[in-house]
């Protein structure tokens, strides 16, 4: 009971030291409001860019041709080979004369001309469509499934594909820094703002370490009052993450420049972002208060 008495009247005085030092705590928002933003921002763009390169990739397939003299035989057991590929993630198999089907529906040219040609006469091939688990591992998957019996030729867009393989990766990786570098430097800035806050206040601290409150006393105030800048100034970085990234869905329908770019769709991801700017904003208040009034513990 005495813990809970104790920390009822932290959180009092917390909000007592807002309100009294109202021009500090208002330094320490705005500051904490600005970096939340940019964060806010490079969190939202970074998970972006991550959600476009898992689309593409998603759409990258190996198609499998069989040699013409393949027989359903030899196509079942082209597909059980492939089935135990540990990279395959699903694949699909179509005989030449549902290729030809297709591609009949998909066009009238090509109609005009296929429905002329008789199964015999037909160039087309039984094909399988593989999509793959990793990316990343798309070529050795295609080499494998290319010493198959029957495999006549194997396609993945070689060439292309391994050049947006490291481009995606580069991307991811410099996202990610990005993000990083940020948070690190909002720690930085909002501790700092919050120290040369509680610095102005030493006097204070050093009066109540003179008349014998012990350092959870002394701290326990302050490390709140941090908490409660923090979440303050999460304020309008989460309504921009929430009312701005909505806005911008719905003006760009879903997609960003062209349909290939497509955007992440604003629920739970908002709520998902925001609870992190919310959780950065708490805990760097906390830390940085915690840290400033260190330094004052000691007279």
Known sequence: MKLFRMLGRSVRDAFKSVIRNFSLSLASISCITITLIIVAVA?????NVQNFTREIEKDMTIVVFLDNSATQEDAKEVEEKISKLSNVSKYTYQTKQEVKEKMQQES??????????ENEDSPLKD??????KDIEKIK?????????????VVRYGEGMVDKMVTAFSSVEKVTYGIVIALVLVT???IINTIKL??????????????VGASNFTIKTPFIIEGMILGLFGSIVPIGI???????????FNGYLFSELIKLIKPEPFIYQTSLAVLGIGILVGMVGSASAVRKYLKV
């Open 187 to 189: 720690i930085f800035l």
């Open 43 to 47: 969190i939202v763009a970074s998970l």
């Open 108 to 117: 009238d040219v090509f109609n005009t001309v296929l429905e002329t040609w």
């Open 241 to 251: 993450t929430m009312y701005g990234y909505t806005a911008l869905y719905k003006h």
């Open 140 to 152: 050795n998957t295609a080499e494998q499934i290319e010493k198959m019996k029957t495999v006549a």
């Open 197 to 210: 806050t509680i610095s102005a206040r030493k006097k204070e601290i050093s009066i109540m370490r003179l």
């Open 127 to 132: 094909t399988f469509q593989v999509k793959v």
